[in-house]
Nanobody, 115 residues
């Protein structure tokens, strides 16, 4: 059974940084595309950053220049480096993976940006 486990969320002050991780299991799982989404209270889930197979990395306009998505295939892990965090970035962040036409989601990790 495929599992995506996120970590790295927490409370940070405006201007701070966090690094989210998403580890996929089992080790034999191979995703053709991985992405990070987020959902704030009362809002729809939105794409933050995506690494589609064979295409350029996509970023939401609101995070361009501040967030960076990366992937370590050897560890079956995708990361989201988030810098200069702002209160509007407060949300539950979800990892997403696509493999053989199936879409998988992690359980989410809370990111709260507040002074």
């Amino acid at each position: 059974q495929v599992q995506l486990v996120e970590s790295g969320g927490g409370l940070v002050q405006p201007g701070g940084s966090l690094r989210l991780s998403c580890a996929a299991s089992p080790s034999t799982f191979s995703a053709t595309a991985m992405a990070w989404y987020r959902q704030a209270p009362g809002n729809q889930r939105e794409l933050v950053a995506g690494m589609p197979s064979g295409r350029n990395i996509d970023y939401a306009d609101s995070v361009k220049g501040r967030f960076t998505i990366s992937r370590d295939n050897a560890k079956n892990t995708v990361y989201l480096q988030m810098n200069n965090l702002q209160p509007d970035d407060t949300a539950v962040y979800y990892c997403n993976a696509v493999s053989l036409g199936a879409r998988y989601w992690g359980q989410g990790t809370q990111v709260t940006v507040s002074s």
